[in-house]
Nanobody
Framework: QVQLVESGGGLVQPGGSLRLSCAASGIIFSSYAISWYRQAPGKQRELVASIASGGSTNYANSVKGRFTISRDNAKNTVYLQMNSLKPEDTAVYYC????????WGQGTQVTVSS
């Protein structure tokens, strides 16, 4: 079965940085597109960034120029480097593969506050 485990969240001040990790098991990782979503309190999940199996990337307009998604297939891990963080980035962050749309892990909390 597929398993995606998020880590790396925490509390940072505005303008700070965090690097999130998504460790995968139960899938042939290199064959799958992986996306990062986030969900703020009282809000629906929104797509933040995605990376295809071939390495092409897409970003939400709100994070372009600040966030970078990457993958290390040898480690079965995808990363989200988040720079210049803003309070509106506060959310639980999840990684997900469109090949298993019903699967969600626990997520990792990111809080941006002064």
């Amino acid at each position: 079965q597929v398993q995606l485990v998020e880590s790396g969240g925490g509390l940072v001040q505005p303008g700070g940085s965090l690097r999130l990790s998504c460790a995968a098991s139960g899938i042939i990782f290199s064959s799958y597109a992986i996306s990062w979503y986030r969900q703020a309190p009282g809000k629906q999940r929104e797509l933040v960034a995605s990376i295809a199996s071939g390495g092409s990337t897409n970003y939400a307009n709100s994070v372009k120029g600040r966030f970078t998604i990457s993958r290390d297939n040898a480690k079965n891990t995808v990363y989200l480097q988040m720079n210049s963080l803003k309070p509106e980035d506060t959310a639980v962050y999840y990684c997900q593969t469109p090949s298993f749309p019903g699967y969600w892990g626990q997520g990792t909390q990111v809080t941006v506050s002064s």
